[in-house]
């Protein structure tokens, strides 16, 4: 048997692409529900992730409990392995919880409370999908680069997606998501809301988020306004 | 050449074979000559339901895989012999099934028979979509409850585009509702989907309306399809749905809840007696 000579191992310098967890605020149970909505958006993305805490915006804050704040990372799926930005103190209470100070550049991704993973530059709808037939449970339109017309019903359990606006002449009780690519003007109209999930450009609302409005006969429209999904008749 | 009917539902247990066996009688006593076809292949129901369980001897499989032909494995139905049945295996399973094959056996039926019934077996794999296929009118089976609506929804979405009409580009199948196990007494007390909750969500034509029977029980465990039962309402139901599909117009029959009088107080002690 062939005993190599080398030595059993090499020392190299490498640049591993790594997530930036930046605090805002310091409030571990609101952080704790706050990452846990976002990984359930993108859960695969999100699975064994290298995690940097930036303390930058919270430097002047006392007191931050690391331990904790790693056990919450890491019971969440993701991997803690060092802190940034941070003042003194913290990097040292940080140093103590076995989470070095890192020095990265600063152009890495940045997770955000509430916002979408990616966001892509906004789409201008250029072209329109048109449907006239009912959309039943199980099925899925996505009209790509454009707007999205349904003439007709949409169930529950059908999916609508558009880069562009959704309008619905009819009664959505599915999912309908505009601007899937991130734009964030994009609007849905319909003429009865009772969807199980609404979104535009990410920002989303569910069936039990969705205020019941009072029966009329006007138009809803749905669309963003300062990063929070509205509902109002027209 | 022959009108293709399928009888589906997405769900399980809600009348499929029951009114795939009713709306067959029903076509052959009006002079159609009627065969029906039992899709749910390792779960043969339609025979017993139809009463000629005791003469299975080759089926459905076989006919495809060329073991048996097609007049070999039809069974000559014991009421009507303008009826034909043509059972299910019940030893294999719905792989069995080709699409090739069944268009063979579909096109060879179709020059003997005016009408042809698929029993489709519940879910929406395999089995469920070849009974579907070749279809021209599609008799979607709902009950009043959400899960089966909103089942029978996805089906019609089936309907719509996994069919050989619709990968062809012709007409779309018709498609027909036909709501079983319905009780208006529930429906007022709030326990169950009215009629128009139904129509709403699944938006089309309303075939017919069968209610919640006694008499559908026993017809099944009698092997004497409940059409045959004149006398009861699911059996005069079925006569109503096979009118209108025939392109009659027949008023909707046992969608009220009845205002019981005396008589009818005296009538339904009867029946319950009858019944015990």
């Known amino acids: ?234 | 050449m022959a009108k293709i009917i399928v009888v589906t539902s997405g769900k399980g247990g809600v009348g499929k074979t029951t009114t795939s066996a009713s709306l067959a009688i029903g076509f052959a006593n009006r002079g159609f000559k009627t065969a029906v076809i039992d899709f749910d292949i390792g779960l043969r129901n339609l025979d017993l339901i139809m009463g000629c369980e005791r003469r299975v001897v080759y089926d459905f499989v076989n006919v495809i895989r060329k073991e048996a032909t097609l007049n070999q494995a039809l069974i000559k139905d014991k009421h009507n012999k303008d009826l034909s049945i043509l059972p299910a295996s019940q030893t294999r399973d719905k792989d069995a099934l080709t699409t090739e094959g069944v268009g063979e056996v579909l096109e060879e039926l179709s020059k003997t028979f005016d009408y042809i019934v698929c029993d489709s077996p519940a879910g929406i794999e395999r089995g469920a979509q070849l009974a579907m296929y070749y279809a021209d009118h599609a008799v979607v089976v709902t009950n009043p409850e959400v899960s089966s609506v909103r089942d029978s929804d996805r089906m019609l979405g089936l309907l719509s585009s996994k069919t050989k009409r619709s990968e062809e580009g012709r007409d779309p199948i018709k498609e027909h509702l036909l709501l079983t196990r319905y009780c208006p007494k529930r429906v007022t007390r709030g326990d169950m989907l009215s009629l128009a909750d139904v129509n709403e969500i699944l938006a089309i034509p309303l075939l017919g309306v069968i209610p919640e029977s006694q008499a559908v029980l026993r017809a099944s465990n009698s092997g004497t399809p409940v059409i045959l039962d004149q006398e009861s309402d699911a059996g005069q139901a079925y006569q109503d749905a096979i009118s209108r599909f025939l392109g009659e117009d027949v008023p909707f029959r046992f969608i009220e809840e009845e205002k019981a009088n005396w008589l009818k107080r005296m009538f339904r002690f009867k029946e319950k007696e009858a019944t015990a």
Do not use: W
Request: with cysteine; charged share 20%; net charge negative.
């Open chain 1, 1 to 234: 048997m062939a005993v190599s000579t080398r030595s059993s191992f090499q020392l190299k310098t490498s640049f591993l692409p790594c997530t930036i967890l930046q605090l805002n605020r310091y409030d571990l149970s609101v952080l704790e529900n706050e990452i846990r909505k976002t990984i359930s958006q993108a859960p695969m993305f999100f699975a064994g992730a290298p995690v940097v805490i930036d303390l930058e915006k919270v430097q002047d804050l006392e007191g931050i409990d690391f331990l904790e704040m790693k056990r919450l990372l890491i019971s969440n799926g993701l991997v803690p392995i060092g802190v940034r930005g941070g003042s003194e103190t913290q990097t040292k209470a940080a140093g103590n919880a076995a989470l070095p100070l890192l020095n990265l550049s600063k152009t890495t991704t940045v997770v955000e409370n509430k916002k979408p993973v990616e966001e892509p530059e906004a789409q201008v709808s250029s072209t329109t999908r048109f449907i006239n037939t009912p959309i039943r449970s199980g099925m899925q339109i996505y009209a790509k680069d454009g707007d999205l017309i349904v003439a007709a019903q949409v169930s529950p359990g059908a999916e609508l997606m558009a880069d562009g606006n959704i309008h619905i002449y009819g009664a959505l009780r599915g999912r309908a998501m505009a601007g899937v690519k991130g734009n964030t003007e994009a609007r849905i109209f319909c003429q009865t809301l009772d969807a199980e999930l609404v979104s535009i450009a990410g920002y989303y609302l569910t069936k039990e988020e969705i205020q019941k409005l009072p029966e009329q006969n006007s138009m809803i429209q749905i669309y963003l306004e300062n990063d929070q999904v509205t509902i109002k008749p027209i």
